[in-house]
């Protein structure tokens, strides 16, 4: 496992064991905790779950989409085969609704405009483009390295009433120090099992492509959450992320031949279809436990411009190699 997993895990546990139930404007419950916080050095380690499979691709097209696309149209996702941002489109008449996810009845709508259409209004892209957001840091990264004021924010008050949704992680703080580029992301509300890796790996994956074009190395990534919540609908799945620990960690005692042995058990009851999630979610662990290298980054060293960077649904500049995870976990999705 990464040590993002470990401290990741550590934050669902908390959650789960401290924090409180609250209602919200979403009708569904959350557990939650008031704060907490993260700190990445990416010369050490990429942050990506390896505990649950992470769909990388929607999370570097969903960051270019902000920053290199500056776009609010979701149009631009589903080219590139990404469907994350749907519940939260408006529809081609302007209005934007909200079902119910048992009966899918219509429960709330809000009237935008059809100059909104099948975008998610004022909000993430949009603001990047209105106030030029990445050139301003862009430029301060190449030519003005010792300012302190390389500050943005997604969270813009005169335009938060046609956002679909305001901007959950919403402000950043940059320096250079060193020949490093470092990063500080404030996030105001996070949904701990879906947004939350989708959220650090995009935007280490962001400083990375910053610092690659302006000359400098990736630093260090601080992460700081206010409300960091889980679903009452999500928790079974937390709880299945959780026992993938427990099982990593028990078999990370075993030795290699044993675990080998184990492998083929289990890769011949595989053979003949008797496999169960459990034991498939095992090979998948023992493969991480005997072939133990760590996913990381790999930039196209031959871009120099953020702007040029490939967005298509082949991301042929930016890859995430040798990730290995134990499987994918199905979250439900709250509006």
């Not at 209602?23 to 380690?45: A, C, M, Q, V």
Request: aromatic letters at 14%.
């Amino acid at each position: 496992m990464t040590e993002f997993d470990i401290e990741y895990l550590n934050l669902c546990k908390k959650i789960l064991t401290e924090g409180v139930e609250t209602e919200n404007r979403t009708g569904t419950n959350t557990i939650k905790i008031p704060s907490y916080y993260f700190h990445f050095d990416l010369s050490k380690e990429f942050p990506i779950l390896q505990t649950k499979q992470l769909f990388f691709k929607n999370a570097i097209t969903e960051i270019l989409w902000i920053y290199q696309a500056q776009s609010n149209d979701v149009r631009w996702l589903h080219e590139r085969n990404n469907f994350i941002w749907d519940e939260w489109m408006i529809d081609n008449d302007g209005i934007y609704r909200i079902y119910d996810k048992k009966t899918n009845k219509l429960i709330d709508e809000k009237k935008f405009g059809t100059e909104f259409a099948y975008t998610i209004g004022t909000a993430y892209g949009w603001i990047v483009n209105m106030y030029k957001l990445t050139d301003y840091l862009l430029n301060t990264f190449k030519y003005n390295r010792e300012d302190r004021r390389a500050v943005i924010s997604l969270w813009q008050n005169e335009w938060l009433k046609t956002a679909v949704l305001p901007s959950c992680v919403w402000s950043s703080e940059w320096d250079v120090t060193d020949g490093k580029l470092n990063a500080w992301v404030h996030q105001r509300s996070c949904d701990v099992p879906l947004g939350l890796p989708f959220n650090i790996t995009q935007y280490s994956v962001l400083l990375s492509l910053f610092a690659k074009v302006s000359g400098l190395e990736p630093g260090t990534l601080d992460w700081s959450i206010k409300d960091a919540h889980i679903y009452v609908d999500q928790i079974d799945g937390v709880k299945t992320q959780l026992r993938r620990e427990e099982i990593y960690n028990k078999l990370n005692k075993y030795s290699v031949s044993d675990l080998k042995k184990l492998k083929q058990k289990l890769e011949d009851k595989e053979f003949e279809s008797e496999i169960n999630d459990e034991e498939e979610t095992i090979l998948k662990i023992i493969d991480i436990i005997l072939n133990p290298e760590k996913p990381y980054l790999w930039i196209n060293p031959d871009i120099t411009d953020f702007y040029k960077f490939d967005n298509s649904k082949d991301l042929k500049d930016i890859k995430i190699k040798q990730y290995k995870n134990m499987g994918k976990i199905k979250f439900p999705i709250t509006q």
